[in-house]
C-alpha cells in the first residue's frame, strides 16, 4: 500500500501571529492506494467535528522534524526558570 493522502479535518479557526483568521486543521488518518482502489484508515475523531474530511497530498517529511524541541520562554541555556 501505498500512502497517497493526508486526511485532516476542520475544526475551527485560529488567529496567526498578524491577526489573521486561518482554518485551524487535525490530522485523522490516511488514504492508501491499494490493489481494489483507495482505502482509509481513521486513527480519530476530533470534537467539534461536523462530518467534512478534507485530502492532502503528504509533505515530504524533513529530517530530525519529529525529534525538535522548543523551549519557549526557557532561559539561554534551555533550563526553565520553574523550580519544579
Known amino acids: 500500500m501505498a500512502l497517497k493522502y493526508e486526511a485532516k479535518a476542520r475544526v475551527g479557526t485560529y488567529k496567526n501571529q498578524n ?27 476530533p470534537v467539534g467535528f461536523d462530518g467534512w474530511i478534507s485530502f492532502f497530498e503528504p509533505k515530504p517529511k524533513q529530517a530530525g ?18 523550580p519544579f
Open 19 to 45: 491577526g489573521e483568521e486561518k482554518p485551524n486543521w487535525v490530522k485523522v488518518g490516511a488514504v492508501f492506494e491499494t490493489a481494489n482502489g483507495l482505502s482509509m484508515k481513521m486513527d480519530a475523531i
Open 65 to 82: 522534524a519529529g525529534n525538535q524541541s522548543t523551549n519557549q520562554g526557557a532561559g539561554t541555556n534551555g533550563i526553565d526558570d520553574i
